[in-house]
């Protein structure tokens, strides 16, 4: 079946922005392709550098790719005719890894929540009330917390409202760059599991980002490995762990300090 | 706690000091213009308590200033003709806020006596009045001149550091310009280059103009700073994806972490402006005769005899002292907080 | 070297960039030298088209700043009206007494701010500091106008030194030592007020900067290891200070040459400052900028000074270009 997206060709090249600088062309993404089902997690694990946050920019449009296709439930986001970003632009978002730095302190919770209906405009002052509730109840947040300011909450907490303040449009597909990463470990269970019963609950497809293996092993119906700007493995989780293509991800599996046994999915 | 007190102790002090020379027309007893002819160089009015018989009196008295008929310039008191100093008096009328038409005045003394709190200049205007009302002019010259010089820094320093590109590039060496001259010769070649004789309230408009537009290069440097880093910030970023436009973010999310530097900016360009205002003043190249400015009432000192002989034409100068301090404190403050 | 021969650019593009700037602002300037003259009923008109016409007045814009740039590389930069002369050995002049003013009191207020403001941060809760703290905020509360006007009148009533003018009449022909102690009797009025002028920044800077130094891990490390107090302070802090203390002269530059502007015209010294003021009364538009030219100039040659300082003293700055 046709996947939700997929990725073909996708480039990127970052080049000097001044004449006197001599930093030379960097390579940011060269040449990747991946699809997405419905309904389904891809898990991407890359170091610093392999262009993972680069290429999850480019997904939700924020920067623009210098080559490529992305096509979204059919439609190609980057041909000509620019509007078609702005319209499919709700269905795609894209979670951080600071929390902190990802909402703005001098807004109110309920306010950071709401500040995409005001942007894309939809329903009234009151609707916008209401769905701001409904969704600081789905992340598991108390309603009565509305007014807080980011700093008065834990740094789990923030990232529930960075959740479902990617959730309130509603998208189809929710990029999680880094998003438990830094948490405390007992915290990153609670985050894993909330967004595990979202996706069972809307139907959500997740892009899961890590340099972490072990957390990506967990939620994923597919495994990647990014390096070097280049998609160099694709596979079933089984398959990854079993049997590992790429020297790359042989290396990141061999330095893994724990003998992993994953559980989710049934090992599918 | 010590702190917050100063802070607030502080802002009183120095809104007491904006009050007073906003209501010149009701504090001071004179009229700017009015001369007395036969008092000129009088030194400061002495106030008596204790009048001719050593009787002590609750309320303060001034005796009548005489011409000395033995040295030419100096004059001595009549003590036997005194005067009380009335409050709340009718005098001559003033518009307050440039609006309202009053004639009460907060003190005065009947004629033929008067009352100099700061003595009087060569043409035996009344300096106390003439302080209150240039006032004024150099406070309202240094207020608005920052305000169009952090308007046009504000501005500049936001579209250079959020669009980034040739506009930062022209914007940015163009301001270096401004940065690489001397601030007082700039300000003095923009002078030379308008034209010298004009009415009193075109040089107010005039000097405001220089001023605020030679110093915005540094503040629009500094905001550009916070702007460029600031766009970067993650929560900018999220609204950008959700499709924010350019001028949202930049109302919604940039503008408001340039306000604490704005504030600073704010705090230690009035008092430089308000000093650029009094030293052009002063040198005949800002606001000039016959409306006050504090530059223009210390140009007179320049004069040899008048620094040996008048010391009370510095007072004006004095004056400045206390309104420097109070925004010199304020930013002092404001700095403590930040860090 | 490469980072050098750029700022040196930079710098010649400033120059050229002032004096166009002022070019084009005197075009669009209403009245000049020779409408003053025309007001004058005993000077025929022709007379002034002819002078106009010497002066080369009546070419177009282009042309006259070609002229003008022509005589600036003769070290004329073009010829004042006022005293008819070429403007360059007017200006280089009253120059020298400028630069003999403000390097001076450069001179002092570094002397006096440095030993100030190391030990103000090495003692921060010393008498030291707390009295240096209270002189910087008295003296910002006090703008340079009306210290040269209190100076002035102190020395008029208590005869303290001299004041005003850069010598005595009595000393014209007499021998080098009198008129160098003349000369330095004139000077302490003037430097005294652009040296007190300056401190409360420099003061401050200085104090931060080596406050920030003191504070950073590297020097913490240093005390741990049980290096004396004495030899962390001048032989570790003090360098790594340097950088922003050499970007602070570069700064303080500016601000004296405005303050000594001033000064000189209040206390009658022959420099840059009262010709200009001149210049700018009587519209003697090349004078105006020549010395506005020469003010940026002066204050592009201190900050390039400043940077070649820095190059030598900080080698980070060198190996910068190499990684």
């Given at each position: 079946m046709t996947p939700l997206i997929e990725v073909r060709g996708l480039r990127k090249v970052y080049t000097r922005?001044?004449?006197?600088?001599k930093r030379p062309p960097f390579l940011a993404l060269d040449n990747v392709d991946l699809a997405i089902q419905s309904g389904q997690t891809m898990a991407l694990v890359g170091e610093s550098g392999s262009g993972k946050t680069t290429l999850a920019m480019c997904l939700v449009g924020l920067e623009p790719p210098d080559a490529g296709e992305i096509w979204f439930e059919g439609k190609n986001l980057l041909a000509p005719g620019a509007n078609k970003r702005a319209k499919v632009g709700s269905e795609i978002q894209l979670v951080f890894q600071d929390s902190a730095g990802a909402l703005s302190p001098r807004m109110s919770a309920a306010q950071i929540i709401e500040e995409p209906l005001l942007i894309c405009r939809r329903g009234s002052s009151k609707e916008r009330s209401e769905l701001v509730l409904e969704m600081m109840g789905q992340v598991g947040l108390s309603p009565t917390w509305k007014d807080r300011l980011p700093h008065q909450f834990s740094g789990g907490q923030r990232q529930r409202l960075a959740i479902a303040r990617a959730l309130v449009l509603k998208p189809k597909l929710v990029i999680l760059?880094?998003?438990?990463?830094?948490?405390?470990l007992s915290i990153q269970g609670q985050i894993m599991n909330l967004l595990l019963d979202l996706q069972e609950l809307e139907g959500l497809s997740y892009l899961y980002i890590s340099h972490n293996l072990e957390l990506a092993a967990q939620v994923a119906h597919e495994m990647g490995v990014i390096y070097q700007g280049r998609i160099v493995e694709r596979a079933s989780p089984s398959e990854f762990f079993s049997h590992p293509h790429h020297p790359h991800t042989q290396a990141l599996l061999a330095s893994m300090p724990l003998r992993l046994t994953y559980s989710a999915h049934g090992g599918g | 706690m010590k702190q917050k007190y100063g802070m607030t102790i502080l802002l009183i002090c120095l809104g007491l000091l904006h009050l007073a020379v906003f209501a010149a027309g009701f504090l001071s007893p004179y009229d700017v213009a009015e001369q007395d002819r036969e008092l000129p160089f009088a030194p400061p009015t002495r106030i008596h308590f204790v009048d001719a018989r050593g009787a002590l009196h609750l309320r303060p008295s001034v005796c009548l200033l005489v011409e000395d008929s033995a040295q030419f310039g100096a004059y001595h008191e009549d003590t036997q003709k005194c005067f009380p100093i009335r409050f709340l008096v009718d005098g001559p009328q003033y518009k307050l806020g440039a609006v309202l038409a009053c004639t009460r005045h907060l003190f005065g003394v009947d004629p033929p006596a008067r009352l100099f709190l700061m003595g009087t200049d060569g043409y035996g205007r009344d300096l106390f009045s003439r302080f209150l009302h240039g006032g004024q002019i150099s406070l309202a010259a240094g207020l608005l001149a920052t305000l169009l010089s952090l308007g046009i820094g504000v501005l500049l320093g936001t579209a250079s550091g959020f669009f980034g590109g040739w506009l930062d590039a022209v914007v940015m060496r163009f301001g270096e310009l401004f940065i690489a001259l001397p601030w007082l010769y700039l300000l003095f070649a923009l002078r030379a280059f308008l034209p010298l004789n004009i009415n009193p309230s075109q040089a107010f408009l005039l000097l405001i103009a220089v001023i605020g537009s030679v110093g915005w290069a540094r503040p629009a440097r500094l905001i550009r700073g916070v702007v460029l880093s600031g766009k970067e910030r993650h929560y900018v970023l999220a609204a950008r994806s959700f499709g924010g436009s350019p001028l949202y973010l930049v109302r919604r999310h940039i503008l408001p972490q340039t306000y604490s530097i704005i504030l600073t900016q704010a705090v230690l360009l009035i008092p430089q402006y308000i000093l650029a205002e009094v030293t052009l003043s002063f040198l005949g190249l800002g606001v000039g005769e016959p409306e006050p400015s504090w530059g223009n009432m210390l140009a007179s000192v320049q004069q040899y005899h008048v620094l040996v002989s008048?010391?009370?034409?510095l007072l004006p100068g004095i004056a400045l002292v206390p309104v420097f301090l109070g925004y010199v404190l304020l930013a002092n403050t404001l700095q403590a907080r930040a860090t | 070297m490469r980072y050098l021969g750029l700022r040196l650019l930079q710098s010649v593009f400033v120059l050229l960039g002032v004096s166009l700037l002022s070019f084009v602002f005197v075009e669009l300037a209403p009245g000049n030298f020779f409408d003053e003259i025309r007001l004058n009923p005993r000077i025929s008109s022709s007379t002034v088209t002819n002078l106009r016409k010497q002066y080369g007045m009546d070419q177009p814009l282009p042309a006259r700043y070609f002229r003008w740039l022509e005589s600036a590389a003769k070290g004329e930069l073009g010829f004042s009206f006022a005293y008819n002369a070429p403007v360059g050995p007017l200006l280089w002049a009253r120059a020298r007494n400028t630069l003999l003013l403000t390097g001076s009191a450069t001179l002092l207020a570094w002397l006096i701010a440095l030993p100030l403001g190391i030990l103000s941060a090495a003692r921060p809760r010393g008498w030291i500091n707390q009295a240096s703290e209270l002189f910087t905020t008295a003296l910002l509360a006090v703008p340079d106008l009306l210290l040269a006007l209190g100076l002035l009148f102190l020395a008029v009533h208590f005869h303290w030194f001299h004041a005003g003018g850069m010598f005595s009449r009595e000393s014209a022909g007499q021998g080098s030592w009198v008129l160098s102690k003349d000369l330095a009797a004139h000077m302490v009025l003037p430097v005294t007020v652009l040296v007190l002028g300056s401190l409360p920044i420099l003061l401050r800077h200085t104090r931060a900067a080596m406050l920030e130094v003191l504070d950073s891990p590297y020097v913490r490390a240093s005390r741990a290891l049980g290096i004396s107090r004495r030899r962390i302070l001048f032989r570790h802090a003090l360098p790594a200070a340097i950088n922003p203390l050499v970007s602070l002269f570069g700064f303080s530059l500016g601000s004296l040459l405005s303050a000594s502007l001033l000064t000189e015209v209040v206390m009658s010294w022959p420099g840059l400052g009262p010709l200009l003021l001149e210049a700018v009364l009587a519209r003697d538009i090349y004078v105006v900028i020549g010395a506005v030219l020469f003010s940026t100039l002066l204050l592009v040659f201190g900050t390039l000074l400043a940077d070649v300082l820095l190059f030598a003293a900080d080698p980070r700055i060198r190996t910068e270009g190499l990684a």
């Amino acid at each position: 079946m046709t996947p939700l997206i997929e990725v073909r060709g996708l480039r990127k090249v970052y080049t000097r922005t001044h004449w006197w600088q001599k930093r030379p062309p960097f390579l940011a993404l060269d040449n990747v392709d991946l699809a997405i089902q419905s309904g389904q997690t891809m898990a991407l694990v890359g170091e610093s550098g392999s262009g993972k946050t680069t290429l999850a920019m480019c997904l939700v449009g924020l920067e623009p790719p210098d080559a490529g296709e992305i096509w979204f439930e059919g439609k190609n986001l980057l041909a000509p005719g620019a509007n078609k970003r702005a319209k499919v632009g709700s269905e795609i978002q894209l979670v951080f890894q600071d929390s902190a730095g990802a909402l703005s302190p001098r807004m109110s919770a309920a306010q950071i929540i709401e500040e995409p209906l005001l942007i894309c405009r939809r329903g009234s002052s009151k609707e916008r009330s209401e769905l701001v509730l409904e969704m600081m109840g789905q992340v598991g947040l108390s309603p009565t917390w509305k007014d807080r300011l980011p700093h008065q909450f834990s740094g789990g907490q923030r990232q529930r409202l960075a959740i479902a303040r990617a959730l309130v449009l509603k998208p189809k597909l929710v990029i999680l760059d880094e998003a438990l990463t830094g948490l405390d470990l007992s915290i990153q269970g609670q985050i894993m599991n909330l967004l595990l019963d979202l996706q069972e609950l809307e139907g959500l497809s997740y892009l899961y980002i890590s340099h972490n293996l072990e957390l990506a092993a967990q939620v994923a119906h597919e495994m990647g490995v990014i390096y070097q700007g280049r998609i160099v493995e694709r596979a079933s989780p089984s398959e990854f762990f079993s049997h590992p293509h790429h020297p790359h991800t042989q290396a990141l599996l061999a330095s893994m300090p724990l003998r992993l046994t994953y559980s989710a999915h049934g090992g599918g | 706690m010590k702190q917050k007190y100063g802070m607030t102790i502080l802002l009183i002090c120095l809104g007491l000091l904006h009050l007073a020379v906003f209501a010149a027309g009701f504090l001071s007893p004179y009229d700017v213009a009015e001369q007395d002819r036969e008092l000129p160089f009088a030194p400061p009015t002495r106030i008596h308590f204790v009048d001719a018989r050593g009787a002590l009196h609750l309320r303060p008295s001034v005796c009548l200033l005489v011409e000395d008929s033995a040295q030419f310039g100096a004059y001595h008191e009549d003590t036997q003709k005194c005067f009380p100093i009335r409050f709340l008096v009718d005098g001559p009328q003033y518009k307050l806020g440039a609006v309202l038409a009053c004639t009460r005045h907060l003190f005065g003394v009947d004629p033929p006596a008067r009352l100099f709190l700061m003595g009087t200049d060569g043409y035996g205007r009344d300096l106390f009045s003439r302080f209150l009302h240039g006032g004024q002019i150099s406070l309202a010259a240094g207020l608005l001149a920052t305000l169009l010089s952090l308007g046009i820094g504000v501005l500049l320093g936001t579209a250079s550091g959020f669009f980034g590109g040739w506009l930062d590039a022209v914007v940015m060496r163009f301001g270096e310009l401004f940065i690489a001259l001397p601030w007082l010769y700039l300000l003095f070649a923009l002078r030379a280059f308008l034209p010298l004789n004009i009415n009193p309230s075109q040089a107010f408009l005039l000097l405001i103009a220089v001023i605020g537009s030679v110093g915005w290069a540094r503040p629009a440097r500094l905001i550009r700073g916070v702007v460029l880093s600031g766009k970067e910030r993650h929560y900018v970023l999220a609204a950008r994806s959700f499709g924010g436009s350019p001028l949202y973010l930049v109302r919604r999310h940039i503008l408001p972490q340039t306000y604490s530097i704005i504030l600073t900016q704010a705090v230690l360009l009035i008092p430089q402006y308000i000093l650029a205002e009094v030293t052009l003043s002063f040198l005949g190249l800002g606001v000039g005769e016959p409306e006050p400015s504090w530059g223009n009432m210390l140009a007179s000192v320049q004069q040899y005899h008048v620094l040996v002989s008048y010391w009370w034409m510095l007072l004006p100068g004095i004056a400045l002292v206390p309104v420097f301090l109070g925004y010199v404190l304020l930013a002092n403050t404001l700095q403590a907080r930040a860090t | 070297m490469r980072y050098l021969g750029l700022r040196l650019l930079q710098s010649v593009f400033v120059l050229l960039g002032v004096s166009l700037l002022s070019f084009v602002f005197v075009e669009l300037a209403p009245g000049n030298f020779f409408d003053e003259i025309r007001l004058n009923p005993r000077i025929s008109s022709s007379t002034v088209t002819n002078l106009r016409k010497q002066y080369g007045m009546d070419q177009p814009l282009p042309a006259r700043y070609f002229r003008w740039l022509e005589s600036a590389a003769k070290g004329e930069l073009g010829f004042s009206f006022a005293y008819n002369a070429p403007v360059g050995p007017l200006l280089w002049a009253r120059a020298r007494n400028t630069l003999l003013l403000t390097g001076s009191a450069t001179l002092l207020a570094w002397l006096i701010a440095l030993p100030l403001g190391i030990l103000s941060a090495a003692r921060p809760r010393g008498w030291i500091n707390q009295a240096s703290e209270l002189f910087t905020t008295a003296l910002l509360a006090v703008p340079d106008l009306l210290l040269a006007l209190g100076l002035l009148f102190l020395a008029v009533h208590f005869h303290w030194f001299h004041a005003g003018g850069m010598f005595s009449r009595e000393s014209a022909g007499q021998g080098s030592w009198v008129l160098s102690k003349d000369l330095a009797a004139h000077m302490v009025l003037p430097v005294t007020v652009l040296v007190l002028g300056s401190l409360p920044i420099l003061l401050r800077h200085t104090r931060a900067a080596m406050l920030e130094v003191l504070d950073s891990p590297y020097v913490r490390a240093s005390r741990a290891l049980g290096i004396s107090r004495r030899r962390i302070l001048f032989r570790h802090a003090l360098p790594a200070a340097i950088n922003p203390l050499v970007s602070l002269f570069g700064f303080s530059l500016g601000s004296l040459l405005s303050a000594s502007l001033l000064t000189e015209v209040v206390m009658s010294w022959p420099g840059l400052g009262p010709l200009l003021l001149e210049a700018v009364l009587a519209r003697d538009i090349y004078v105006v900028i020549g010395a506005v030219l020469f003010s940026t100039l002066l204050l592009v040659f201190g900050t390039l000074l400043a940077d070649v300082l820095l190059f030598a003293a900080d080698p980070r700055i060198r190996t910068e270009g190499l990684a």
